[in-house]
T-cell receptor, first 116, second 110 residues
């Protein structure tokens, strides 16, 4: 099956710094990538949808200037958490799909972010 | 009311038992996904269904479009099946975007 990787798997940073998380589709071209956030004991919450070559679409309540998403190629999307704060500590997961309708989403392994 | 509801929230079983996890949704969907999340956090896509039934090893997923209901069955359960199982639906109005259930925490004891 299709493989999606994320890097890093775990990151600890100081408050106020920025952190970049990469999401790569390893053996297919991902026309659309999704970024999710998951707090402990909660389900995944969609943060934004990103299509290659265009601006990401953010969900209501997600600050686009704080969570910068770049989908520069069909195999790579990045999420940058700018000026991170402890409340941004969470599990960030990306998924990728080859198409729009009825296409399976392939999930990355996730990135655990801890902001001190 | 959540658009996607799962039951039970928690399930404990003995090794070898037959397990059923249910998912109900309230609006029209394009597809339904069953996902597995292990304690480390990584998510594995188990099934994507738009109708009928699918089987993979000891896992079986069914969907009834008219009743807006899906079930995930695990036969001959094993401790390594212990994980959170998540139902997610692609709403017709949302393209590929998924709406997630709260998940079912399954613990299989040896």
């Amino acid at each position: 099956g299709a493989v999606v990787s994320q890097h890093p798997s775990r990151v600890i940073c100081k408050s106020g710094t920025s952190v970049k998380i990469e999401c790569r589709s390893l053996d297919f071209q991902a026309t659309t990538m999704f970024w999710y956030r998951q707090f402990p004991k909660q389900s995944l919450m969609l943060m934004a949808t990103s299509n290659e070559g265009s601006k990401a679409t953010y969900e209501q309540g997600v600050e686009k200037d704080k969570f910068l998403i770049n989908h520069a190629s069909l195999t790579l999307s990045t999420l940058t958490v700018t000026s991170a704060h402890p409340e941004d500590s969470s599990f960030y997961i990306c998924s990728a799909t080859q198409g729009a309708f009825l296409n399976e989403q392939f999930f990355g392994p996730g990135t655990r972010l801890t902001v001190l | 009311k959540n658009e996607v509801e799962q039951s039970p929230q928690n399930l404990t079983a003995q090794e070898g038992e037959f397990i059923t996890i249910n998912c109900s949704y309230s609006v029209g969907i394009s597809a339904l996904h069953w996902l597995q999340q292990h304690p480390g956090g990584g998510i594995v896509s188990l099934f994507m269904l738009s109708s009928g039934k699918k089987k993979h090893g000891r896992l079986i997923a069914t969907i009834n479009i008219q009743e807006k209901h899906s079930s995930l069955h695990i036969t001959a359960s094993h401790p390594r099946d212990s994980a959170v199982y998540i139902c997610a639906v692609g709403l017709i109005a949302s393209g590929s975007r998924l709406t997630f259930g709260e998940g079912t925490q399954l613990t299989v004891n040896p």
